[in-house]
């Protein structure tokens, strides 16, 4: 069952598009990946399907309704962010209590928990927190929320590695036991690569690819050899990046619905097949620079 | 999937108790404006005197004007900072929409207007205890809330509309603001350019008459005119897209 569908959004900022034909849907109880580039559409999408803001044009249904000022869709959806504000008379306790009333699933008890893991104590207030810890205290309360669509928009940023681990964590655990809709945005794909069922690329506020991590996965083939066999092999196909390693050698990344090359031909000549990561993938799909930062930096 | 269904009066009862004590430091602000009134009513009366070989009058008037002028400050003030983007934005990790919330917001500046008007009446009569402590001073006009509870209420009631009156004219110029300033600043131009004209002038001046008639009818025009500012405003938000 679809929880959240799009069909041909737009929005426009004064005369710039950031989001341009947004097609997709979004099953029940997933874990999608938002990733993408800076300034690729990915917040202003998570406030629409909040309802924070409004599209330009298409149609957005959150549990078949529109988001924009809809109370049912606001119950059941929550958008976690760095820019989260609380009003600042409220301390972190304050602030729980107030959910217990807002929320009908609200999680006290995890949500105590929790801080009191993270080291928050309940009676500092939301503002005086260093980024990291205001950040934690938004993935508790987003957390413990327990909102049947659920919106992460780069909730790890300014968390340490050993906080970043145990958030994700935090977040497999209560989604296994809760399962419900997620979606989460963030440059750390690498590191959240395990909890994610489903990746939506976005790319200059275009839908680049909306794929089952492995479908992502099996998406894209590594080639590693020399330059001159490479080069000859990969002639006429579409190359997804490329990349001089040493003088002679070369790294090469096809679609792999392309490469229906005989494997033992090209171990002959020298040239290895490589898996690429999803996190890489999504880069080269992205990347419309030719060279990359080196180049930069060689006359 | 089991999703939760709330209603609107419920999540906005939630939501006025909310805001109520999210605004509960305004109330800090009211004090200390209202304890500026009172000096300034103490130090300021208007006066006169009358001077004969045996008697030597000194009449002095002391009118809450001042407290009333800097309450309704107070309440233009709150009005406008619950507009804002940060104020605004302050609701939204909870359940909420747009018209809900400035429904909220209304609601949290009658209950504001009500306080601030109880509050500017007795600073009244503190301004009256401190002129009796004063030697040689006798009260002329010494209505109270029990020897004339009818004068105390009808003031009351007045000080409260007169009030909310202010704040929600704060409270629609905000919301306009946040809408467009070029609108705002056309609206206010277009205000005080009637105010020059003979049209302009004989409208403001037949509301003041009207409303001069009897406190139903100062109470209706403040009525009219925060209810029209409330309900722009909240019409207003409902299209406003929220940061954060």
């Given at each position: 069952?679809?929880?959240?569908?799009?069909?041909?959004?737009?929005?426009?900022?004064?005369?710039?598009?950031?989001?341009?034909?947004?097609?997709?849907?979004?099953?029940?109880?997933?874990?999608?990946?938002?990733?993408?580039?800076?300034?690729?559409?990915?917040?202003?999408?998570?406030?629409?399907?909040?309802?924070?803001?409004?599209?330009?044009?298409?149609?957005?249904?959150?549990?078949?309704?529109?988001?924009?000022?809809?109370?049912?869709?606001?119950?059941?959806?929550?958008?976690?962010?760095?820019?989260?504000?609380?009003?600042?008379?409220?301390?972190?306790?304050?602030?729980?209590?107030?959910?217990?009333?807002?929320?009908?699933?609200?999680?006290?008890?995890?949500?105590?928990?929790?801080?009191?893991?993270?080291?928050?104590?309940?009676?500092?207030?939301?503002?005086?927190?260093?980024?990291?810890?205001?950040?934690?205290?938004?993935?508790?309360?987003?957390?413990?929320?327990?909102?049947?669509?659920?919106?992460?928009?780069?909730?790890?940023?300014?968390?340490?590695?050993?906080?970043?681990?145990?958030?994700?964590?935090?977040?497999?655990?209560?989604?296994?036991?809760?399962?419900?809709?997620?979606?989460?945005?963030?440059?750390?794909?690498?590191?959240?690569?395990?909890?994610?069922?489903?990746?939506?690329?976005?790319?200059?506020?275009?839908?680049?690819?909306?794929?089952?991590?492995?479908?992502?996965?099996?998406?894209?083939?590594?080639?590693?050899?020399?330059?001159?066999?490479?080069?000859?092999?990969?002639?006429?196909?579409?190359?997804?990046?490329?990349?001089?390693?040493?003088?002679?050698?070369?790294?090469?990344?096809?679609?792999?619905?392309?490469?229906?090359?005989?494997?033992?031909?090209?171990?002959?000549?020298?040239?290895?097949?490589?898996?690429?990561?999803?996190?890489?993938?999504?880069?080269?799909?992205?990347?419309?620079?030719?060279?990359?930062?080196?180049?930069?930096?060689?006359? | 999937?089991?999703?939760?269904?709330?209603?609107?009066?419920?999540?906005?009862?939630?939501?006025?108790?909310?805001?109520?004590?999210?605004?509960?430091?305004?109330?800090?602000?009211?004090?200390?404006?209202?304890?500026?009134?009172?000096?300034?009513?103490?130090?300021?009366?208007?006066?006169?005197?009358?001077?004969?070989?045996?008697?030597?009058?000194?009449?002095?008037?002391?009118?809450?004007t001042?407290?009333i002028?800097?309450?309704n400050?107070?309440?233009?003030?709150?009005?406008?900072?619950?507009?804002?983007?940060?104020?605004?934005?302050?609701?939204?990790?909870?359940?909420?929409?747009?018209?809900?919330?400035?429904?909220?917001?209304?609601?949290?500046?009658?209950?504001?207007?009500?306080?601030?008007?109880?509050?500017?009446?007795?600073?009244?009569?503190?301004?009256?205890?401190?002129?009796?402590?004063?030697?040689?001073?006798?009260?002329?006009?010494?209505?109270?809330?029990?020897?004339?509870?009818?004068?105390?209420?009808e003031n009351?009631v007045a000080f409260i509309f007169f009030i909310l009156c202010f704040?929600a004219v704060?409270?629609f110029?905000?919301?306009?603001?946040?809408?467009?300033?070029?609108?705002?600043?056309?609206?206010?131009?277009?205000f005080?350019?009637m105010l020059?004209t003979s049209f302009g002038q004989e409208i403001l001046l037949g509301t003041i008459k009207i409303a001069q008639f009897g406190l139903f009818s100062f109470m209706g025009v403040m009525i009219i005119l925060s209810a029209s500012c409330f309900i722009?405003?909240?019409?207003?938000?409902?299209?406003?897209?929220?940061?954060?």
């Open positions: 069952m679809s929880v959240i569908q799009c069909e041909n959004i737009e929005k426009k900022f004064r005369k710039k598009k950031a989001l341009q034909n947004i097609t997709f849907q979004i099953e029940d109880e997933k874990i999608t990946g938002l990733v993408g580039r800076n300034g690729t559409g990915k917040t202003t999408l998570l406030r629409i399907l909040a309802g924070f803001t409004k599209q330009t044009s298409g149609t957005v249904t959150v549990f078949d309704k529109t988001p924009f000022n809809n109370l049912f869709v606001s119950a059941n959806s929550i958008l976690i962010n760095d820019q989260m504000q609380f009003p600042g008379s409220f301390n972190l306790q304050d602030i729980l209590n107030y959910a217990t009333e807002f929320y009908g699933k609200w999680d006290a008890e995890l949500a105590a928990r929790l801080l009191q893991y993270f080291r928050l104590n309940p009676q500092s207030y939301h503002s005086d927190l260093s980024k990291g810890m205001k950040n934690t205290f938004n993935f508790i309360f987003g957390l413990a929320t327990r909102c049947d669509v659920t919106l992460f928009d780069e909730p790890i940023n300014g968390m340490d590695e050993a906080v970043r681990k145990d958030v994700y964590r935090a977040l497999l655990k209560d989604y296994l036991a809760y399962p419900r809709t997620i979606i989460i945005s963030s440059h750390f794909l690498d590191e959240m690569e395990h909890l994610l069922e489903d990746i939506l690329l976005l790319d200059e506020g275009k839908v680049a690819l909306h794929k089952s991590l492995d479908e992502l996965r099996e998406y894209a083939v590594g080639l590693l050899g020399p330059t001159e066999a490479i080069k000859r092999w990969t002639a006429g196909l579409e190359v997804l990046h490329e990349k001089q390693v040493v003088s002679n050698q070369m790294y090469t990344v096809l679609k792999a619905q392309d490469c229906t090359f005989n494997e033992q031909q090209l171990l002959q000549e020298g040239i290895a097949f490589m898996p690429v990561s999803a996190n890489d993938l999504c880069l080269y799909l992205t990347n419309s620079r030719t060279g990359d930062i080196d180049d930069v930096f060689n006359e | 999937m089991s999703l939760t269904n709330k209603t609107f009066a419920e999540t906005l009862q939630v939501q006025v108790k909310f805001k109520l004590h999210a605004y509960l430091g305004m109330i800090v602000y009211l004090i200390m404006v209202q304890i500026v009134g009172i000096l300034m009513s103490l130090m300021g009366p208007t006066g006169m005197s009358s001077v004969s070989s045996f008697i030597d009058i000194n009449a002095e008037m002391y009118t809450p001042v407290l002028f800097l309450s400050l107070w309440a233009f003030y709150v009005g406008l900072l619950m507009t804002r983007h940060d104020q605004r934005a302050d609701i939204m990790p909870f359940v909420s929409t747009r018209i809900m919330s400035s429904i909220g917001d209304v609601v949290v500046l009658v209950a504001l207007a009500v306080y601030a008007g109880i509050t500017a009446m007795l600073s009244n009569y503190v301004v009256r205890i401190v002129i009796l402590l004063k030697s040689n001073k006798h009260m002329l006009s010494d209505e109270n809330m029990f020897s004339a509870p009818e004068v105390f209420i009351l704040a704060g409270y110029l905000g919301m306009i603001a946040q809408k467009s300033k070029k609108v705002l600043f056309i609206i206010v131009a277009v005080f350019s020059f722009v405003a909240t019409f207003l938000a409902g299209n406003l897209e929220v940061k954060g």
